[in-house]
C-alpha cells in the first residue's frame, strides 16, 4: 500500500478538521470520502478539501470498498457501533476520544477490533502535542528523577451546547475533558491511577446541571506506584482555553502549558498585557496534524499505534470512576491492575 | 503608649528574624528582651540586635514587667502554654502559626486569651505578602467576577529535620505547610471549607514515614459557597521553595507565585535559564517585616489584629481534618459554619 | 481566473518551502512548474510537492506560457535580472528579499514592472507573522501613543557559508539580515528614516571578514518624524534565532519576540530552563503561508500587494546607507523624503 | 575603628534613603549628622530616623569632628566642592554620581581626594543590585563566552522638573540617566568605550528642549576591544521604570530587568496581565542597602572602593562625548585608553 486510502465519517467541526488535513498536510495518504446528511456539511467539505465522494452514511461508505481506513469523529455516543461496523468490513480506524461512554461497551468493540484484526487508535490529541512530547522525553531522560506529583488542568472558555453536555451524548465535563488530564497523566507519568476521589458542581452555567453535567470539577487521584495528582477541569475559564500540566519528581520538575497567543507583549499604565489562546485550534493545531500522520504511519509500516485501545479503556476507566465519585462523595479504588483483561470490572460496571 | 515594648519569645531562626525585623525595620516598636536558654542563640541575638536583655525563660520575663506584647516563635508544641501565660500577663502577643496542635488545646488559649482582654494576632506570613495582598485586592475590586476554583502548591527543597518533623512537635506536613495554603484559600476565596479529601505518602524520604509523617500530599476541598479547591504540600520541590496560588472566577482568573530570584536570564545553546528561590526569606523576606508593622500597628492604633484568633482556629480545623482524611482513606466533612463556637468540635475532636 | 498558476524559480531551501506551501496550504493557487538545473533539488521537490514539471533555466518556463505568476527565491544577485524577464513577460512577481543589490539596479527592475503592469511583491516575511501584525495592529490602535523609540533585533545562530556572506552575494549582514529590521522599523513606525550611523565587525569569524562582512553591528537610525532606532543584527548568537522588536511611544509600548519554542519549563536545582528555537522555520512558518497567500489574493482580487515596490526600494536605500556608514565611522543622511521618484538618488548612487 | 561615624550631605529624596538606611539597614555604621538649611526636611530626617543633629552647612558639619566619613547626596553641580572640602578635612566620601559635570572640576577632585589619603566612592547604585551583580559574575564565569554586544536601556516615567533637567544643574537625560548605562557597560563588558554616535530629542516634552535637554536618545557604542553596544534613555516610559541591560557573547547571552512589581497576574476576556514597578525604589531599593555597607566596609576594612573615583571620571568622558555626539551630529573618539591620567583631554575639554 504506497498511499493509504481515509474516509472521515462525521464531518462536524473536529471531522472537517481532519478531512482538511488529511488533504493538505498529510504525507501518505488520500481523502475519499466522507459520511454525513447534512448538504451544508458536504458543502463544507467541498469548500475546504475539493470534490470528494459524499455518502449519507457509513453503509454505503462501507459498501464503496475504496478504502483502507477511517477516521470516527460521530458523536461519542456512536463510537462503539461504528468502530463495530468498520473493523468488521477490515478497515483501520483512528477513532475519537473516549471510545465509548461505557466499560462493557468498549469491551465489545475492542472485541471486534482485535478478531478482525484492524489498528485501532484512539484520538488522544493532545499527547502529540510538540509541549507534551517534550516533556515526555524530559521526564524519561531522567531529567527530574522519579515522579511523585502530577497536577492538570484543562479549562475551556464556555459551556458546550446542552445536548453535548447530556451525559448520554458525551459523558459530560470528566468524561470528555478531564480525560485528556488523565490520559496526558498516566503517559506522563507511566502508571496507573488506582484511586479517585472528586467534587464537582455546576456552579456558573445551571442549564449544564439541568442535564446532569458539572461545570467545575476537581479530583484528587493516587497511582498504583504511590504518586499523586490534583486534576481540575472547567467549562468556565473566560480568560482563554487553559491547558496546562505538571509532574514533579524528586530531582526536578516539568510544566507545560502556553495561554499566550501571539509573541507579543503591550505595556502600559496600567500594566503588560499578553492575550490569549481561546480555542482548541489555536493551542492544539499542530497536534492534530500530527496526530493523524503518526496514524498514517503506523498503518503503512505496519506497526502498533502510539495510543492503543487498551489506553482508551484504562483512561475511560478512570473517568468513570471520578465520575462515580463526584456523584456520590466517595472515593473510588479500581484495582490495582486497571489494565485489561481485569480492569475492576466488577465494581467498574456498577458505578457505570 | 508612643512605642510598643516587645520581646521575642524563642529565638530559632525565625525568632531571631522577628528580633532583627524589630529593631531594624519596624516603626513603633522596639526589642526590650529575648528569651532563649542557649548562650549561642542569645550571642547570635547580640549579633543581629545590639544589646538586648536575655531571659533564659518566659517566667522570668513576664516577671521583668517591662513589655507590652510578646512574639512567640516557641516549638508549635509549646505554643498554647505561652499563649496562656502571656495572656494572663496582660500581654499582646503574635503566635507564630499554627497557634497549638489541637483545637481543645487551642480553644483553652483563646479563652484565656479573651477573658484578659489582650490582642492574639496568628502569624500567617503569606498573608502579608505584596503577592497575594494584590491578588486579594483584584479579587474583591470584582476583577475576576465570582471565585469558583482554588489552587495552590506549597514546596519546600527539602524534608525538615526529623525531630521537627514528628507530628506531636510540629504537626507534620499537613499542619506546618498546607496549613499555609488552607489559610490563604479561606482568606482569597473568603469562604469555609467544608469537606476534605487528601491523599498523601512518604514517597522519598522514607524517614518521614517513621515519625508518622507524608512528605508529599495533595487535597480536594469543597468551600461552604460551592466553590472547589486543590492543595498540594510538598517537602522535596528540589528545584525551589515553590509557593504559588491560583484564583479562577467566573470572569477571569488571578495567580500568585514567583519562583525566580535575580531579575536574570541566561542563554546559551541548552537555551534560556533563570535562578530561583530556595528559602523562604528569599521568597518571603517583606512579608515578615509588613507582619510585625501591622502586629504593631493595630496595637498601638487599638484595631482589630489582621489575622484573628479564629482564623487561627477555623484553619487548624481543616488541617487536621485533611489530615485525618490522608490517614484513614475517607473524605471529612466539617460543619457548613465552621467559625467558632460551632466549629463542628464532635466531629473534629473525634479525628484529632 | 479562479485558480492562480505559480511557478517558482530557485528551489534552493526557501524556494522549496514556497513550493510545498503552495501544494499544501495555499487557497487559489496551484503549483504549475519550478525551474532547476540540479537534478537532486528536482527530486527534493518531486519528494515533497508530488510530480510537477521541471524546467532548467527561467527562459524554458517562461516559453511553457502555462503558468500566471512566479516566486523568485534565486540567489540575491540574480533578483533583478529575473525580475525583468518575468514582468516582461507579463507575469505577476512575488521576488525574495532584498529586491537587488544596488538602487539602479532595482530602479531599472521597478521600472519593467511598472511598463509591463504587473504586480511585484517584495518577500518581507516578517512583516506576515502574527506577532508583528498584531504589533501594528496595537500601534494603529493608539494603544501606545505617538511611537517615539524603535528597537530590533536580528540574531542567527551561525554565520552563512562564505559563498553567500559575500556582498556580491547576497550584500552582506546588513543588506541581508538587518534589512529586516530596517523593513519592520519603516512599517510599525508608519516613517522614513533619514539618517543611519553603524558600527559592525568581523568579532568572531575571521573569515566573514575576509569577504568584506562583518559578523555583528549596530545602528542609530533618525526617522523624518523625529523618532529614534536602535538595530542590533548577529550572526552569532549561538543560543537561538533571536528576532524581537519593540516600538515605545508617549503613552505605552509593545513588544515583539518569542524565543521558547515549546511550551515547556523544567526545572531542577540548577534553576528554571526552557528551549528555544533555532531555525527561522521554527519562529516563522506560519508567516511564510500567510505572506504567499497574501500574495495570491492580491492577485486573484485586483488589489495592491501588501508589500510594495517601492517598500522595496526604501528599505534597500537605508540598508545600504547603514553598510556606508559602517564602513566609512560616517553618519550618512538620506533625503527627508526618501521615497521615490527623490530617494537621494545623487548621495546614494556615491556610497553604492 | 569599630563602628563609622557617617554624616549626610543633603537630604533630599535620595539623601534621605541613605540616612535611614544608615540608620535602620546598615550594620558598622551610625548617622551622626545630617546637613540641611530646610526646616521641612530637617523634620523629615527626624521621622525616619530619630533624633540626629542637623547643621545648615557643610562647614558648620566639618567644625563638629565627630564623623568618619559623609555621603554627598547635594545636587550634582555642588559634588566637586563637597567633595574636595570633606576630603581636605579627612573625610571618607560616598558622592553620588555623576562626580561632577566637567572633566576639569572631577580631575581637580580626585586629586585632592589623592592628596588627602581618603576614599573616594561613586555612588553608581545599578552596579549593587542583585540582577546586574549576577549579570556580572555569569559574565566572569565564562557562562556567555566573550562579550561582543551589549544593549541597555533605562527609562523612567516621566521627565523630571525642568530645574533639574537643566544641563547646568544635573547634567540632563545623558549625564544623569544614561550614565548608568555606559557603567554598567564598562564594568560587565570590562572594557572601555572609545567611540559613541547619538541622536536625540525633545520629541515629547518640549519644556526640557527649552533648557537645553533631551527626553529620548539613543546611542551606538564601541569598545576598545572591538565590541558594540546600543544605548538608549527615555524620560517617557510611562508604563514603568524600566531598566534593562543585555550582554550577548559567542557562546551565549545574559539579559537583565524586571518590570513586574508584585508576583501577581491576572486574566480576563482581555488577555493577561501584570503590574509594573514605577520608580527607583520599587526596583533598587535593596541595591541602596548593598551599596550602603560596601562603602561602609571598605573603610573597616581598609580595602579599595568596588566603584572607584576613576571609574566615575572614565564614565563621565563617555557621557560628555555622547552628549556632544547628539548636539553635533558628529561621533566622538575618546582615546583608546581612556582610563586617567591620558583620557583624551584635548578632545574632551573641547567638548565640554
Given at each position: ?11 462536524g467541526?473536529m471531522g472537517?478538521?481532519?478531512?482538511e488535513n488529511?488533504?493538505h ?8 470520502a466522507?459520511?454525513?446528511?447534512s448538504?451544508?456539511?458536504a458543502?463544507?467539505?467541498?469548500r ?31 463510537h462503539?457501533?461504528?468502530v ?6 477490515g ?27 484492524v489498528?485501532l ?9 510538540a509541549?507534551?512530547e ?10 527530574i ?6 497536577r ?14 447530556d ?25 496507573e491511577i ?6 464537582g ?6 442549564d ?22 490534583t ?5 468556565t475559564?473566560?480568560y ?9 519528581g524528586d ?22 498585557h ?19 500522520q ?8 505496519d506497526?502498533?499505534?502510539p ?8 483512561t ?8 462515580h ?5 466517595e ?18 460496571k456498577?458505578?457505570q
Amino acid at each position: 500500500m504506497s498511499e493509504l486510502r481515509v474516509a472521515v465519517v462525521g464531518v462536524g467541526r473536529m471531522g472537517l478538521t481532519h478531512a482538511e488535513n488529511i488533504v493538505h498536510r498529510t504525507r501518505g495518504a488520500q481523502l475519499v470520502a466522507v459520511t454525513t446528511s447534512s448538504a451544508e456539511r458536504a458543502e463544507a467539505v467541498r469548500r475546504c478539501c475539493g470534490a470528494v465522494p459524499v455518502y449519507d452514511n457509513l453503509d454505503r461508505l462501507i459498501e464503496s470498498k475504496s478504502l483502507d481506513a477511517v477516521i470516527i469523529s460521530s458523536s461519542t455516543s456512536a463510537h462503539v457501533e461504528n468502530v463495530e461496523r468498520c473493523a468488521a468490513a477490515g478497515l483501520h480506524i483512528l477513532c475519537e476520544k473516549p471510545l465509548g461512554l461505557s466499560l462493557e461497551d468498549c469491551d465489545r468493540a475492542v472485541n471486534v477490533v482485535d478478531t478482525a484484526g484492524v489498528k485501532l487508535m484512539i484520538g488522544h490529541t493532545r499527547r502529540f502535542d510538540a509541549g507534551y512530547e517534550e516533556a515526555k522525553r524530559l521526564i524519561e531522560s531522567g531529567a527530574i528523577g522519579r515522579p511523585v506529583l502530577y497536577r492538570s488542568i484543562s479549562g475551556d472558555v464556555n459551556p458546550p451546547p446542552l445536548a453535548f453536555a447530556d451525559l448520554g451524548v458525551s459523558g459530560g465535563l470528566i468524561l470528555d475533558s478531564m480525560y485528556h488530564d488523565i490520559y496526558l497523566g498516566r503517559w506522563l507519568m507511566d502508571d496507573e491511577i488506582i484511586r479517585v476521589y472528586g467534587e464537582g458542581g455546576a456552579l456558573i452555567d445551571a442549564d449544564v446541571g439541568s442535564v446532569g453535567d458539572v461545570d467545575n470539577a476537581v479530583v484528587s487521584a493516587r497511582f498504583a506506584g504511590g504518586a499523586m495528582a490534583t486534576l481540575t477541569a472547567s467549562r468556565t475559564t473566560r480568560y482563554g482555553h487553559d491547558l496546562r500540566g505538571e509532574v514533579i519528581g524528586d530531582e526536578g520538575a516539568v510544566q507545560i502549558g502556553r495561554l499566550q497567543k501571539t509573541p507579543v507583549r503591550w505595556l502600559d499604565k496600567a500594566g503588560a498585557h499578553h492575550d490569549a489562546v481561546f480555542t482548541t485550534p489555536e493551542r492544539m493545531g499542530d497536534a492534530f496534524v500530527t496526530m493523524l500522520q503518526s496514524f498514517v504511519d503506523c498503518i503503512l509500516d505496519d506497526t502498533e499505534p502510539p495510543v492503543s485501545s487498551q489506553d482508551g479503556v484504562a483512561t475511560l476507566s478512570v473517568a468513570i470512576a471520578a465520575r462515580h465519585s463526584i456523584q456520590t462523595g466517595e472515593p473510588v479504588t479500581l484495582d490495582e491492575q486497571p489494565i485489561p483483561p481485569v480492569l475492576g470490572r466488577d465494581l467498574m460496571k456498577k458505578i457505570q
